[in-house]
């Protein structure tokens, strides 16, 4: 739940595809998932061998899905407006859609608790907001064919982009519930860290490829897009069809027997008393229910702005840049596991603590940097390894972490309520963050990352009281990975001295 800011700038180099092959998958993956897999709801009575198999084709539905994504938004949509001569405003209408969209995600719950399959109300909703896009795939036809105002085109993408959003918005909480009662507890951290492990590598393959393939068509850039776009549908279409090998869901079963795995029959018949909605008023999910969108509003006032500051404060090369995401992208796929797998040993509370005071003074370091060769060969490769260190175990923990403390009863319902208000608060975030990177009276950009820093170490305070069953406490944590200091005890003048 992710994550998962996210316009990058295509790769220059060309990265080969054959370390994605489907053996290497599998194998590495039976290396994660084939320990002990037991279904979170007993009483569903699902096989392990069904489990396991259900497992590797969301894996699947993943790298398929990041494909389709990285057609439809981020670098690639934003080089097709801009090669429209769409205007900032519009370029910034990208990142604001989807985080006001989040808003719907309450109805989108509602209805799915509905229903009987969260299979079928996932292809009713993520079916057709996928096949939108052919209608952007008919309108650039028609412009390279007949002449067509090119704002038109720009209109008619913000449109389709709107609309499956909203889609997208509907049913993303069925669709993480679908997955919480999927993949086993103790397992979400290994699992989910080889899965974004898995879309992480399909991303930083995808994107250089079709970045080039859309460069070098014959028939220009917009006719390149046209071409990547109908193959992204045709992707997005076979994400789905892979979700047929997952078990599924239903919504009526999945509420009844997750009250009585995890409550007392008190609790549970206080549940049924209350509407879905009041019961998210729960303590503590309000606690992170306040980190979860102060976090997102602190980082969303910096995060945006640090490629704008690279390419238009340091008027560093693009080419640069590219690299350089590309750095963080490798080191976000490096540590994914490693990061999952901490997080199933000590809890995501502890990992997103420790790792978000460093994540919190990141945006301080890039005070320091310059132009010169010193910083673009050394300080900003190891500042944008630590940024995608760093920021993949945010993106996991906090993910995880929602599933945890969610009770499963109405569980679509509270990522819904997360979901809404992190995308307004992140919304009113990057809003915010763009009106003071104008005001160079202020400090300009600087002065944003230095206030970002300074509201993500106050926004890291509510997570110190929220509770997850699983997680180690961090003090003794702490004890556990530093030093025990001997502790001197006092011995008695008289004691012999063969004995102290």
């Known amino acids: 739940m992710v994550a998962y800011s996210d316009v990058s700038t295509p790769v220059v180099e060309r990265a080969s595809v054959e370390t994605v092959s489907p053996a290497a998958l599998e194998i590495l993956e039976n290396s994660y998932i ?79 608790e509905k229903t009987t399959s969260r299979h079928w109300y996932g292809m009713w909703i993520f079916g057709p907001s996928r096949l939108v896009w052919l209608i952007l795939v008919l309108g650039i036809a028609l412009s390279s064919w007949q002449h067509i105002d090119p704002h038109a085109l720009v209109i008619l993408t913000l449109v ?6 909203i889609m997208g918005a509907l049913g993303s909480a069925s669709w993480l519930s679908w997955m919480a009662a999927l993949v086993p507890e103790r397992l979400r951290g290994r699992y989910f860290g080889f899965r974004n492990s898995a879309a992480s590598l399909t991303n930083l393959i995808s994107v250089p490829l079709l970045g080039l393939a859309i460069s070098v068509w014959p028939g220009g850039a917009l006719q390149g897009y046209g071409v990547v776009l109908l193959l992204g549908v045709a992707i997005g279409i076979i994400s789905l069809c892979c979700q ?5 869901v239903n919504p009526q079963e999945q509420n009844s027997t997750a009250s009585q795995a995890k409550g007392s029959v008190k609790q549970e018949e206080s549940a049924q008393s209350i509407s879905p909605l009041a019961s998210c008023l729960q303590p503590n999910f309000l606690k992170f229910l306040l ?28 080419s640069w840049v590219t690299l350089y995401n590309s750095l963080m992208a490798g080191a976000s796929l490096l540590m994914l596991v490693t990061w999952g797998k901490l997080a199933d040993r000590i809890g995501n509370r502890p990992v997103l603590i420790l790792v978000g005071v460093l994540v919190a003074l990141t945006p ?19 500042l944008h390894l630590l940024l995608g260190g760093t920021c993949a175990a945010i993106d996991l923990c906090n993910n995880n ?75 003794k944590f702490m004890r556990s990975i530093l030093p025990v200091r001997r502790k001197l005890v006092p011995i008695p003048a008289d004691q012999p001295l063969v004995n102290r």
């Open 291 to 318: 980190y979860f969108s102060f976090w997102t509003f602190a980082v969303n006032i910096s995060n945006p702005f640090f490629n704008l500051y690279l390419l238009d404060n340091l008027a560093i090369d693009v």
């Open 244 to 248: 047929f090998w997952m078990v599924d």
């Open 401 to 475: 972490l929602q599933m945890a403390v969610a009770p499963g009863r109405h569980q679509a319902t509270y990522f819904a309520v997360a979901a809404a208000v992190s995308g307004v608060a992140g919304a009113l975030g990057t809003t915010l963050g763009g009106a003071l990177a104008q005001f160079a009276d202020c400090g300009g950009l600087p002065a944003l990352f230095a206030l970002s820093a300074v509201l993500r170490l106050a926004a890291l305070l509510p997570l110190i009281f929220v509770r997850e069953q699983r997680s180690v406490s961090l003090v």
């Open 160 to 165: 389709i982009l709107l609309i499956t959003n």
């Open 34 to 112: 084939s320990q002990t897999l037991t279904p979170v709801n007993p009483e569903t009575k699902v096989s392990k061998p069904t489990v396991r198999s259900s497992l590797k084709a969301s894996t699947w539905d993943g790298v398929f899905a990041t494909v389709f994504g990285n057609i439809t938004t981020g670098v690639l949509l934003s080089n097709f407006l801009l090669q429209l001569g769409a205007n900032p405003m519009e370029i910034g209408m990208l990142a604001s859609i989807p985080m006001v969209v989040n808003l719907l995600q309450p109805l989108g719950a509602y209805l799915s």
């Open 364 to 382: 301080l370091l890039w005070l320091g940097i310059g132009a010169d060769a010193v910083s673009l060969w050394v300080w900003l490769p190891l």
